[in-house]
């Protein structure tokens, strides 16, 4: 057995607040123990961020919730953890409830399956201050709408009372940060903390997460794929593959210098904005007076037939409900989709970009103007219709955990568009493995349920069931968001791979700049429900002409870590001078 790695704890002379010594998970199936994290010894300072990276499935997730009993019934953990010098492992149920939320806290990968649907997010703040601190109602609120400030949920006061489907992806995420941070833990377990937020906002919670550590000195583990964040935030980067830890050391030292062939390989997998247009760094602008007035670059718009979407000032509202108005999320844009091309949608969180996808597959109703998808208009159209346009338009969701069915196989998942479709049982089965295959599962996990699975297995779900009809019309909305890089790479060369095949059109919807330049031919830019910009993706990357454009690209953070300090500390100082 290769002697595993040295983590580089060594290196600080502060007291450890976490030392977790020969820690090991393991899931009992089908009468075995099967391990998920083998041996991993690591130590966290004060103040100090320590970045575990790796594929999904590697351990670094179950590994850190071991640490506070958080694993499912059938898992159990070995070894010591120890919280400024308490063991962890072995605590009960009622010690672990103190130690949750006060001493350390969770930010989740998934904030629609963390977070309660009865209750508003007000409420599930409220209850962890109440239930950590001798604080009454009033003041545990005041509290609630400063926190939610602090993470720059739009309109705090009233958000405070609106429940997690009301929120967008990446506002039920930060909303969950503001939880997190509500006790001010001693340690900070975060897992994939920005994988649903765009980039801007992206800037702004690790900006957060920076004050927290130094404001309170808590430790931060911080398990992301996205390996600009763990350049922009991490001291020392630990990299897992199949439950062993085989490389760790210094940011510096694993960017610059890594050794063992999965990091150097890993590395290499990370999307670099700029690989496919050559965009250089855009200067980060003041956005506060924006007009919303589109530019488009080079744009002819072509014949209807050669159409398979086309939205003529488009109005999508969200109906009222009782004393709350109805609320317009899209204002008047213009846009279309050739056949078989592949347009990127970017924008903050709320700016309207799901929401035109939901409109497609008649999720949400036409409030104003058309729109048009494979030549049907969907303003009034009739739910016959609409169950036709279904079978040629599929959606790979933002959240797998919550758009899987928790009930029922994922074979069963993957197959049931066809099982509505009349296929008869010997195609769906045959379908489901050539699915599987192009998605890269093994075949045996046609009948695993998906809490078995992993964040990313449970996306690449998602994707294999969209694509099971052949779809003239793909939405993807953010189908990257839960995968590590490595994954995520070879998830794009299929995607591009089955979309040249097969020709299907897709509005490819992400806050990841650097993969929409991978896939798209041309990019729209939305911001508050408004079209700002739209044009080839070489013009909108390397000369934008809004400046809400440009910061956007300005904030996207580089695997490098002397380039992002620089990046960022340029990006401080105007924020600073603005304000």
């Not at 919730?65 to 898992?75: E, H, R, T, V, Y």
């Not at 969701?397 to 919550?402: A, E, H, L, N, V």
Request: glycine share 8%; aromatic share 4%.
């Amino acid at each position: 057995m290769t002697e595993q790695p040295t983590t580089g704890a060594e290196t600080t002379s502060a007291t450890p607040i976490l030392e977790v010594r020969n820690l090991g998970v393991e899931f009992f199936v089908d009468g075995e123990w099967f391990p998920a994290a083998i041996d991993v010894n690591y130590d966290v300072a004060p103040g100090e961020v320590l970045a575990i990276v790796g594929e999904s499935g590697s351990g670094k997730t179950q590994s850190s919730m071991s640490l506070i009993g958080l694993l499912p019934p059938n898992g159990r953990a070995t070894g010591s953890a120890k919280l400024a010098g308490r063991e962890l492992l072995g605590l009960s149920h009622a010690e672990l409830s103190h130690v949750r939320g006060n001493e350390v806290a969770v930010i989740f990968q998934e904030p629609m399956t963390a977070m309660n649907p009865v209750y508003t997010i007000g409420f599930q703040i409220i209850e962890t201050l109440r239930t950590h601190f001798d604080m009454g109602p009033k003041d545990a609120r005041e509290r609630a709408i400063e926190l939610l400030t602090m993470v720059e949920i739009p309109d705090p006061a009233k958000s405070v009372d609106k429940y997690p489907h009301q929120l967008s992806g990446g506002q039920r995420q930060r909303a969950m940060i503001a939880q997190a941070l509500a006790c001010e833990p001693k340690l900070l377990i975060a897992d994939e903390p920005t994988t649903a937020l765009d980039v801007t906002v992206q800037a702004e919670i690790l900006q957060l997460m920076r004050d927290l550590r130094h404001r309170v000195d808590a430790g931060i583990i911080l398990i992301t794929h996205d390996m600009g964040v763990v350049a922009d935030l991490s001291d020392r980067v630990m990299v897992m593959k199949d439950g062993r830890v085989v490389e760790a050391g210094s940011a510096d030292q694993i960017f610059y210098s890594p050794q063992h062939p999965y990091t150097q390989a890993l590395l290499k997998a990370v999307p670099h904005l700029g690989s496919q247009t050559g965009a250089t760094r855009v200067e980060y602008t003041d956005i506060d007076n924006v007009n919303h007035v589109v530019k488009t670059h080079n744009q002819v718009k072509p014949p209807v037939e050669d159409l398979i979407m086309d939205a003529t000032d488009l109005i999508i509202e969200y109906p009222g409900r009782g004393r709350v108005p109805a609320f317009r999320a899209i204002n008047g844009i213009d846009l279309f989709i050739k056949k078989g091309e592949v347009l990127g949608l970017v924008g903050e969180s709320g700016s309207g970009k799901t929401t035109v996808g939901r409109a497609l597959v008649g999720l949400l109703p036409v409030a104003g103007g058309s729109l048009m998808v494979d030549g049907i208009e969907l303003s009034g159209v009739k739910p016959k219709v609409m169950r036709q346009i279904r079978r040629d338009v599929s959606f790979v969701f933002q959240d797998p955990g919550s758009s899987l069915n928790p009930r029922i196989p994922i074979g069963e998942s993957i197959g049931e568009p066809m099982h509505l479709q009349k296929w008869n049982k010997a195609d769906i089965t045959a379908r489901v493995d050539e699915l599987l295959d192009q998605v890269e599962l093994p075949r045996s996990m046609r009948n695993r349920y998906p809490h078995e699975l992993s964040g990313g297995q449970r996306q690449r779900v998602g994707i294999a069931r969209a694509l099971s009809l052949k779809p003239k019309l793909l939405i993807a909305d953010e189908p990257t968001s839960a995968l590590d890089v490595s994954v995520q790479a070879r998830v794009l060369e299929i995607f591009k791979e089955l979309q040249e095949e097969h020709g299907f059109a897709c509005l490819f919807i992400s806050h990841d700049l650097a993969v929409v330049e991978m896939l798209s031919s041309r990019i729209a830019v939305m911001h508050k429900g408004y079209l700002d910009e739209v044009g080839p993706r070489e013009e909108i990357l390397t000369n934008p002409q809004q400046d809400y454009t440009r910061r956007l690209l300005a904030a996207v953070p580089v695997p490098d870590p002397a380039a992002q300090k620089e990046r960022r500390e340029e990006r401080d100082r105007l924020i600073n001078r603005q304000a």
